[in-house]
């Protein structure tokens, strides 16, 4: 018992990661999965088959209806400058992001930005830059988690590029001033950014994301199992009361991340917590 205390690697240790460092070691997985397979195809960014078969690229997923595209793109990067850009700021932004939102909101929120705005790409894409949309990896998402940080911690100090000091709010607008000289100059991944900066902020000015975390929140939620006969039918549609743990969670969670931080679901057990206290 006295060396488990002292921190030893397990599986267990491995399960308390961020969520933010399981999607790191994924990346780096799948990188190396598709580099060191023997392909012989083609692909507009990458030769590997799983950049092959994987990236989004308009003509496949939507004209030969490989939808499969909108997913699986926004997991593999066969760019390795692209890949260390990505990991480096999803390193640095998603645990405290992740703390904010919570982990379900916070993995919905990051596959939907570079899902969505893959089909964003494929109408924007052509029409500034004359080509295909192509999207791939997480530089999307990365972006998503700037704007986030932006919208949800504006005023919280960051080091730009390790030496510059600003507030995330000042970071995100930068970001975004850059993204578009970028983009008007021809680079793709920077329109790809910028479509994942405008399905970020609808996906945080919208009710679209606490509405989709309650639904999966509920879907993983343990059922009764038929078997049990309920004597009282009442108690099934009774709120469980909340546990003074669960209520200190909640109160950290305000003090530490502001009241928007909070699901629909934990801002309905505070509200249950609050009346529990005035009954008693």
Request: aromatic share 10%.
């Amino acid at each position: 018992q006295e060396e488990d205390r002292g921190g030893s690697f397990s599986f267990q240790s491995i399960a308390r990661w961020p969520l933010s460092y399981k999607l790191i070691g994924l990346y780096v997985l799948l990188f190396f999965v598709d580099h060191l397979i023997p392909f012989g195809g083609n692909s507009n960014v990458g030769i590997g088959p799983l950049s092959y078969w994987g990236i989004h690229e308009t003509p496949l997923t939507f004209g030969q209806w490989q939808l499969w595209r909108l997913f699986t793109q926004v997991l593999i990067d066969p760019s390795p400058r692209t890949m260390l850009c990505s990991m480096v700021g999803l390193f640095f932004f998603g645990p405290s992001i992740e703390a904010k939102m919570g982990r379900t909101k916070f993995l919905l929120y990051y596959l939907l930005s570079g899902i969505l705005s893959a089909p964003l790409a494929s109408i924007v894409t052509p029409a500034l830059l004359g080509v295909p949309g192509v999207t791939w990896g997480a530089f999307g998402p990365l972006m998503a988690l700037v704007i986030a940080a932006g919208l949800l911690m504006p005023t919280q100090a960051v080091m730009f590029m390790f030496v510059i000091p600003m507030t995330m709010r000042n970071l995100m607008f930068l970001s975004i001033l850059v993204d578009a000289a970028f983009a008007v100059s021809g680079a793709l991944i920077a329109v790809n950014a910028l479509c994942a900066a405008v399905v970020a902020f609808l996906l945080l000015r919208t009710n679209l994301l606490s509405t989709m975390t309650d639904r999966v929140e509920r879907w993983n939620a343990p059922s009764i199992p038929s078997s049990i006969r309920l004597p009282n039918v009442a108690a099934v549609f009774t709120p469980k009361p909340v546990s003074e743990d669960e209520l200190d969670r909640l109160l950290e969670k305000v003090h530490q991340h502001g009241i928007g931080s909070l699901t629909n679901s934990e801002k309905a057990a505070l509200k249950r917590a609050s009346k529990q206290r005035r009954q008693q």
